[in-house]
């Protein structure tokens, strides 16, 4: 049977992405967001996992006003590179692992969620700001699952932690021999529109870095209003926090996290063992 053997939560703000692409984290205001993704990286590797689930949201870069899927999973063997506006960037594709999505998908609509199912998507900085920084080289492959945090309506915190729970089950009920890590990227505190555009919220960033070690069930009480309020508008990308957390198992513990308020955002990363 599969086993999740590891969490991890991570920011994926385009600065990390601009840092990386311009050779600037050893630059004094990214070195220690970079720092702490080594770290995250080598702590990665030693789960030695097979295979990753990548829970993040797409910013109109894959899906578009055409369609727009509330929960979508990746069925792809491989992942193409989105263009932003500036072209792709230098990655190859991202190898996919369409046996583990195929039987995600099933289990997940047998478990009463109903992803749309993407046998073609582009990966856009959701996915591509932190994963260079911990998987480089496309070393393990991944199955990417997003969530709408753009377009009303937009599913509820409860709906992301329940995603999460019957995410869990559904890997944990994979026939093979497979480790799997749980990734949810985004946040935490910011805000981009408006009159407090630049504001961070650090003090509810470490509020819900520690509701996220010790009471984890609490964040699905909140609404996704109570996140905008709390961390700014699109601070609501947390969800995805929730989703990783909720997939691994109970007596999972946070073995270490680093925070860091700079510029627009406040970062995190965040590592859990799945105990």
């Not at 009463?112 to 070393?139: C, I, K, N, Q």
Request: aromatic fraction near 12%; hydrophobic fraction near 45%; charged fraction near 20%.
């Amino acid at each position: 049977m599969a086993t999740i053997v590891a969490g991890l939560g991570c920011s994926h703000a385009p600065s990390i992405a601009h840092a990386y692409d311009r050779g600037a984290a050893r630059d004094a205001g990214m070195q220690p967001l970079f720092d702490a993704f080594a770290r995250a990286a080598a702590w990665l590797a030693e789960r030695r996992a097979d295979a990753l689930v990548v829970i993040y949201n797409d910013h109109v870069d894959n899906f578009s006003l055409d369609a727009w899927p509330t929960f979508a999973i990746g069925l792809s063997e491989q992942y193409e590179i989105a263009d932003e506006g500036y072209g792709p960037r230098p990655f190859a594709p991202v190898p996919g692992h369409p046996g583990l999505a195929r039987h995600l998908a099933e289990q997940l609509l047998k478990r009463g969620f109903d992803l749309t199912a993407a046998y073609r998507m582009e990966l856009d900085h959701g996915f591509l700001s932190p994963m260079p920084l911990v998987d480089e080289g496309w070393r393990v492959p991944v199955v990417p699952i997003t969530i709408n945090v753009v377009f009303d309506p937009l599913p509820t915190p409860a709906r992301c932690w329940a995603l999460g729970e019957a995410l869990g089950a559904a890997v944990r009920s994979h026939p093979e021999e497979l480790r799997v890590a749980v990734i949810g990227t985004g946040g935490l505190s910011h805000q981009l529109t408006g009159p407090d555009f630049g504001k961070v919220f650090p003090e509810w960033d470490r509020e819900f870095l520690g509701l996220l070690e010790r009471k984890p069930h609490s964040l699905a009480r909140y609404t996704m209003a109570d996140f905008a309020r709390l961390g700014g508008e699109h601070s609501i990308e947390v969800v995805q926090w929730l989703a990783m957390r909720a997939a691994l198992p109970e007596s999972s513990r946070m073995e270490f996290s680093y925070y860091y308020p700079y510029g627009l955002m406040g970062y995190a990363v965040a590592a859990f063992i799945a105990a």
